[in-house]
């Protein structure tokens, strides 16, 4: 009888999810135990992966639930212990799947579509697009990953809520990753997971003023290092311009595909073409290019074009030039208020109010992104023939 009762308390445990690594804690072997007495009670051993992890509380509450629903309420109890120096090892070999430590998750044999998001110019709203189309894609249902390698300008945790507000008007501080031995586990946001260097910053006033080796280290590490588990996709908000970062995701990411994000003025269409050409030449595809500060629709029905018009039709047509396929405009994304007031408060757009025509225009992207497969062509299945 207590062997049965303990097979399905365990059964039940295997719906507790670890919520930053996102896997049944059955599975990450972190139930160290369960024990049923002759008078039905049972009590469960959780062993965390680290000393004060912030999940701590939410797995120790949701254990007891699931034991409960088994026994009955009152009759479970839930003994919390820290995994050891080898537990935690075997864990991250584990979610490293025979990956080789340092090594970039996203090569070329991966199935994860990654897309670099940047543009030639700053302040044409590159990163509240990367947050925003992020959220839209996990809508989909799509296991999606940002990383954000606007290195000097980070602001995709601000953006995502993942920046909660600083004390007595202080600082606001970035929500910090878990790290489990060698292994980043990064926070989850409107179910994206998110890794930026503004995580790692403790006073974000402070300039990051950082030359080319640091930074391809820090993007290289946000590579290897941080476990982002199987993604559907992986988008990075690149820093704006042609200098050292979009040079070193060429190199490590050589098959992303690059999405330009430019404005309509001609002359914010110059400085993007730059940006796309440099992605080329380092081997990446250019998929398409978003214009965003389009314009606002008026309440007579005219249309405000505050910053022109036709420069995202214009940096696609001189970006066609240099490929086979076409690089087609994939939207034109309004002025909105609604879009600046999301980032503002950490809740983006297409969540608050996805019938925003700024919204409507980036969940469109996200459909277009979400039903493209990463396909199977080229890549090594690990078979051999008999």
């Given at each position: 009888m207590r062997r049965l009762i303990e097979d399905r308390v365990l059964a039940a445990l295997a719906g507790v999810i670890d919520p930053e690594i996102r896997r049944p804690i059955t599975e990450l072997d972190m139930v160290s135990g369960i024990r049923a007495d002759?008078?039905?009670?049972?009590?469960?051993?959780?062993?965390l992966t680290i000393a004060g992890c912030p999940a701590a509380q939410r797995i120790e509450r949701d254990a007891l639930q699931a034991a409960e629903s088994v026994v009955g309420a009152g009759m479970a109890d839930v003994n919390v212990s820290v995994m050891t120096r080898d537990q935690r090892q075997a864990l991250t070999e584990k979610l490293r799947g025979g990956r080789v430590a340092r090594e970039v998750a996203f090569g070329p044999g991966s199935?994860?579509?990654?897309?670099?998001?940047?543009?030639?110019?700053?302040?044409?709203?590159?990163?509240?697009?990367?947050?925003?189309?992020?959220?839209?894609?996990?809508?989909?249902?799509?296991?999606?990953?940002?990383?954000?390698?606007?290195?000097?300008?980070?602001?995709?945790?601000?953006?995502?809520?993942?920046v909660p507000p600083g004390e007595d008007g202080g600082n606001r501080v970035a929500v910090k990753p878990t790290q489990v031995g060698d292994m980043i586990l990064p926070p989850v946001a409107h179910d994206v997971k998110v890794i930026s260097i503004g995580m790692f910053v403790d006073d974000p006033s402070v300039a990051v003023a950082w030359r080319g080796p640091m930074l391809h280290r820090t993007i290289q590490q946000f590579l290897t290092d941080v476990y982002f588990g199987d993604l559907d996709v992986l988008l990075l908000d690149l820093p704006p311009g042609t200098g050292d970062v979009a040079i070193s995701v060429g190199q490590l990411l050589p098959h992303?595909?690059?999405?330009?994000?430019?404005?309509?003025?001609?002359?914010?269409?110059?400085?993007?073409?730059?940006?796309?050409?440099?992605?080329?030449?380092?081997?990446?595809?250019?998929?398409?290019?978003?214009?965003?500060?389009?314009?606002?629709?008026?309440?007579?029905?005219?249309?405000?074009?505050?910053?022109?018009?036709?420069?995202?039709?214009?940096?696609?047509?001189?970006?066609?030039?240099?490929?086979?396929?076409?690089?087609?405009?994939?939207?034109?994304?309004?002025?909105?208020?609604?879009?600046?007031?999301?980032?503002?408060?950490?809740?983006?757009?297409?969540?608050?109010?996805?019938?925003?025509?700024?919204?409507?225009?980036?969940?469109?992207?996200?459909?277009?992104?979400?039903?493209?497969?990463?396909?199977?062509?080229?890549?090594?299945?690990?078979?051999?023939?008999?």
């Open positions: 002759d008078s039905g009670r049972v009590t469960v051993g959780i062993r199935l994860t579509r990654v897309y670099a998001i940047t543009s030639g110019k700053g302040g044409v709203g590159k990163s509240t697009i990367t947050a925003n189309l992020a959220v839209a894609l996990a809508e989909q249902g799509l296991r999606v990953g940002i990383v954000d390698a606007d290195v000097y300008g980070f602001s995709v945790p601000g953006l995502l809520g993942l992303a595909d690059v999405i330009v994000v430019t404005t309509p003025q001609a002359a914010a269409a110059d400085v993007a073409e730059r940006s796309g050409i440099v992605a080329r030449q380092t081997g990446q595809t250019l998929y398409g290019v978003i214009e965003n500060m389009a314009g606002m629709p008026q309440p007579d029905g005219t249309v405000l074009e505050l910053f022109g018009s036709g420069g995202g039709a214009e940096v696609a047509r001189r970006l066609s030039a240099g490929q086979d396929d076409p690089v087609p405009l994939l939207a034109q994304v309004p002025l909105s208020v609604g879009l600046r007031q999301g980032g503002d408060l950490g809740i983006p757009l297409v969540l608050s109010a996805p019938d925003d025509p700024a919204a409507a225009a980036i969940r469109a992207v996200a459909v277009r992104l979400a039903t493209r497969s990463r396909g199977l062509a080229g890549l090594s299945l690990g078979l051999s023939p008999r």
